[in-house]
């Protein structure tokens, strides 16, 4: 994510190596999408420069907005929160993907609500994907 006046802004996509200099505005370092971009930078022998570290996605994007830095973010945890002064642009290379999964007691049917979140939860992430 980041500014639509960013110099990186005008480009389709963009690889983790054009961002080795660039300020970030970061999930704190235990989260696990916080891991994997690390992993995967130190993985290619790249240095981050993670300058302000936030636990939300909208004070994330209100610093990339105001200009603090530029920001890495899973898709679905921005959809809708870009406005028309940020943008956008996806990395190139190998995706980065965590699992995620429900968990429920074995033996029990859930509540009738609990299996109604089960299933938006499902679809969403399905027509998402």
Do not use: C, Y
Not at 49 to 64: A, E, R
Not at 107 to 116: F, N, S
């Amino acid at each position: 994510m980041l500014p639509r006046s960013h110099r990186l802004a005008a480009k389709a996509s963009v690889a983790l190596v054009d961002l080795r200099d660039q300020p970030l505005v970061s999930l704190p370092g235990d989260s696990r999408t916080r891991r994997l971009i690390d992993s995967t930078a130190a993985s290619a022998r790249l240095d981050l420069k993670h300058v302000v570290v936030v636990s939300l996605f909208t004070t994330m994007l209100g610093l990339v907005r105001a200009g603090i830095g530029i920001a890495i973010a899973p898709k679905s945890g921005v959809a809708g929160l870009l406005g028309r002064e940020l943008k956008a642009v996806p990395l190139r290379g190998k995706p980065l993907v965590r699992d995620l999964g429900i968990v429920a007691l074995r033996g029990r049917e859930p509540t009738i609500a609990a299996a109604a979140l089960m299933t938006l939860i499902k679809q969403s992430w399905n027509r998402d994907s």
